[in-house]
């Protein structure tokens, strides 16, 4: 079974664009949560699905925003880049909505310039 | 502030060397978990924790969790270069899955 996928792996973006992650979960797995980690951090949460609906969202601006699809993928979205958005975003896809085993994607190292 | 509060914040010792990490809170949780992140991957689960008091094995780590549940420890015995990562505690906590401490840098050296 493949584990949790997310693309890209590396990202370069300017000031103010715009950029979007995806994510995959494993097969079954109903939930798919994103957080981001920044250099000597431990991951912070920003958003959590489930059955395609959102059911958390950490304290992040509206600058980020997700969605998840009917086949449970997942995009995280980011407008307006600043430098401090640097950082690997990482996707965890749980079977359920509780707190249950998380299984984490290798994450997308996004570097703003 | 914040809810989980790891040390030391770094360390390095000698392959061979036991070793315990320390996860602290003033809150109590229903459960606790334990990742391990090594660069370039996302956290792996170790381990959860349910009851106050429990301990927890998986070959040469021990975890246990606070009587109170409010903390946690994590001990190596007779450390490897393949534990060198980042270890971090997790909680749920309210409408997040999981909250993290910042972790513990352990870098074990042959």
């Known amino acids: 079974d493949a584990g949790v996928t997310q693309s890209p792996t590396h990202l370069i973006k300017t000031r103010g664009q715009h950029v979007t992650l995806r994510c995959s979960p494993i097969?079954?797995?109903?939930?798919v949560s994103w957080y981001q980690q920044v250099l000597g951090q431990g991951p912070q949460f920003i958003f959590q699905y489930y059955e395609k609906e959102e059911r958390g969202r950490g304290n992040f601006p509206d600058r980020f925003s997700a969605r998840q699809f009917p086949n449970y993928s997942s995009e995280l979205n980011v407008n307006a880049l600043l430098l401090g958005d640097s950082a690997l975003y990482l996707c965890a896809s749980s079977l359920g909505q509780g707190a249950g085993e998380a299984f984490f994607g290798q994450g997308t190292r996004l570097t703003v310039v | 502030t914040q809810l989980l509060e790891q040390s030391p914040q770094f360390l390095s010792i000698q392959e061979g060397e036991n070793l315990t990490v320390y996860c602290n809170s003033s809150s109590v949780f229903s459960s606790l978990q334990w990742y391990r992140q090594e660069p370039g991957e996302g956290p792996v689960l170790l381990v959860t924790v349910v009851t106050g008091g429990e301990v927890k094995k998986l070959k040469r780590l021990t975890f246990q969790f606070g009587d109170a549940r409010k903390d946690s420890s994590l001990h190596i015995t007779a450390a490897q270069t393949g534990d060198t990562g980042l270890y971090l505690c997790a909680v749920p906590s309210g409408n997040t899955p999981l909250v993290f401490g910042k972790g513990t840098r352990l870098s074990v050296i042959a």
């Open positions: 097969s079954g797995h109903k939930s």
